[in-house]
């Protein structure tokens, strides 16, 4: 555990999601390959792959940056341009959008979580109020997390991380000043930058074993780098 900054008392702890509390890589990867296989079959679209999904959703994002902050909202309108481009109607369009997202978020929430994640949050929820906050679109409660007293979304409730809008929601609803929230995450633009330039306190989940110093988008230090979650329960508990 190595402090940056010194550690001020607080009465929230905030959570990133994806790649703080479970390994999201391997679930994102199969689950937009599931997507894109789905696609091909149910919407008769043979040609359909990887690399146009990609294309189809940067030409979204570009032509709608703020509206791809909400990663859910980004993936239909870039589901529903591909459909409209192939002729589909706009009936069809509805159903089979909503279709293929539903049959992703199934794929989205194949997540194998480490039990001293759920063991964490357990330790720490008589303790203090917990809240999520993500850019991704995982629901906690449907791989296992009923822990969290708020669960805050990028795009969906505010500009997504490293924007202040999620951070000061969660100060504006638990009637605390930010300084009060310590929030944890591992990536440093993000959930460090983010929260720091909030007012809040960070925690630096830093799992690749690297210096601070290799990292080129450091801009903003945080509060304290830890190496494992449970280090948490050294300053919380």
């Known amino acids: 555990m ?10 929230v702890v905030g959570f ?24 091909q079959q149910y919407c008769r679209i043979a040609d359909f792959s990887l690399e146009m999904w990609a294309a189809y959703k940067n030409a979204t994002a570009q032509h709608s940056p703020l509206m791809a902050e909400d990663v859910t909202l980004w993936r239909l309108r870039s589901l529903q341009a591909l459909l409209a481009e192939r002729g589909k109607s706009a009936v069809e369009i509805a159903g089979v ?3 293929a997202m539903d049959y992703f978020l199934h794929w989205r929430h194949q997540i194998d979580v480490p039990s001293q994640s759920f063991a964490v949050l357990q330790q720490l929820k008589p303790r203090y109020k917990l809240v999520a906050i993500t850019n991704g679109n995982v629901d906690p409660v449907r ?17 997504a991380k490293h924007h202040k809008d999620l951070f000061l929601q969660t ?3 638990f009637n605390i000043p930010p300084e009060q929230i310590l ?4 990536n440093l633009v993000t959930d460090v930058q983010g929260a720091i330039q909030a007012g809040c306190q960070s925690v630096w989940l830093n799992l690749s074993g690297k210096d601070i110093t290799e990292f080129s988008e450091v801009h903003i230090l945080p509060t304290v780098e830890m190496n494992a ?8 508990v």
């Open 97 to 99: 959008s909503q279709t």
């Open 229 to 236: 979650l449970t280090d948490l329960l050294q300053l919380c």
């Open 143 to 159: 791989i296992g997390f009923d822990q969290f007293d708020l669960v805050l979304r990028g795009g969906e409730h505010g500009r």
């Open 16 to 39: 990133d999601l994806d790649d703080t509390l479970y390994d999201n890589s391997h679930v994102i990867t199969t689950a937009e390959q599931e997507f894109v296989t789905f696609v």
């Open 183 to 186: 929030h944890v995450g591992d």
């Open 171 to 173: 100060a504006h609803y």
């Open 2 to 11: 190595k402090f940056y900054r010194t550690l001020t008392p607080f009465q």
